[in-house]
T-cell receptor, first 113, second 112 residues
Framework: NAGVMQNPRHLVRRRGQEARLRCSPM?????VYWYRQLPEEGLKFMVY????????ESGMPKERFSAEFPKEGPSILRIQQVVRGDSAAYFC???????????FGSGTQLSVL | KQEVTQIPAALSVPEGENLVLNCSFT??????LQWFRQDPGKGLTSLLL?????REQTSGRLNASLDKSSGRSTLYIAASQPGDSATYLC???????????FGGGTRVLVKP
């Protein structure tokens, strides 16, 4: 059973471009969470999704950020018109149920030039 | 608003010594608490999960205690090894839904 797969591992974008981060949860997991780790800061919750539904997006910036978890395929975190302050490590986690242990991916390191 | 603090921020010990990592949280109304390990450039590995009704959990050389009333958890690692060098993160969940609030972590170095 493969773990949580995130790609790409590293993503470089210029200011104003779009960034798409992908996350494939563990097999059998229907709950996906995105967290962001800014330089010198702790991990912060962004969004919680269950197949085709956004359950909690209270940690997501109101503009430029969106997330989806379609019926088929990976979860996507999309950042439009990236700015330097978006540079961070973005981690995805999945769980089989709402209150069960989380399993994290290796993260995507986004660098905005 | 829940705040999670981990002290110390960094710790260096010789191999074989026991490690004691502290985590405190401001709101004692938690659902559960998890300890994670993060290696440089990698994701998080879940070590132990303690439900709010439990006082401790053990796995091998690791033991985590939870005192909800005082807002504290302690992670003990017995007989440390160089391979234990990593950042250890504590996280709490206030309610069902797995929205974790993380502490800043303790960076551990075990010297051979």
């Amino acid at each position: 059973n493969a773990g949580v797969m995130q790609n790409p591992r590293h993503l470089v974008r210029r200011r104003g471009q779009e960034a798409r981060l992908r996350c494939s949860p563990m097999k059998g997991h229907s709950h996906v969470y995105w967290y962001r780790q800014l330089p010198e800061e702790g991990l912060k919750f962004m969004v919680y999704l269950q197949k085709e539904n956004i359950i909690d997006e209270s940690g997501m910036p109101k503009e430029r950020f969106s997330a989806e978890f379609p019926k088929e395929g990976p979860s996507i975190l999309r950042i439009q018109q990236v700015v330097r302050g978006d540079s961070a490590a973005y981690f995805c986690a999945s769980s089989p149920g709402q209150d069960e242990k989380l399993f994290f991916g290796s993260g995507t390191q986004l660098s905005v030039l | 608003k829940q705040e999670v603090t981990q002290i110390p921020a960094a710790l260096s010990v010789p191999e074989g010594e026991n490690l004691v990592l502290n985590c405190s949280f401001t709101d004692s109304a938690i659902y559960n608490l998890q300890w994670f390990r993060q290696d440089p450039g990698k994701g998080l590995t879940s070590l132990l999960l303690i439900q709010s009704s439990q006082r401790e959990q053990t796995s091998g050389r690791l033991n985590a205690s939870l005192d909800k009333s005082s807002g504290r958890s302690t992670l003990y690692i017995a007989a440390s090894q160089p391979g234990d060098s990593a950042t250890y993160l504590c996280a709490v969940i206030k309610a069902a839904g797995n929205k974790l609030t993380f502490g800043g972590g303790t960076r551990v170095l075990v010297k051979p």
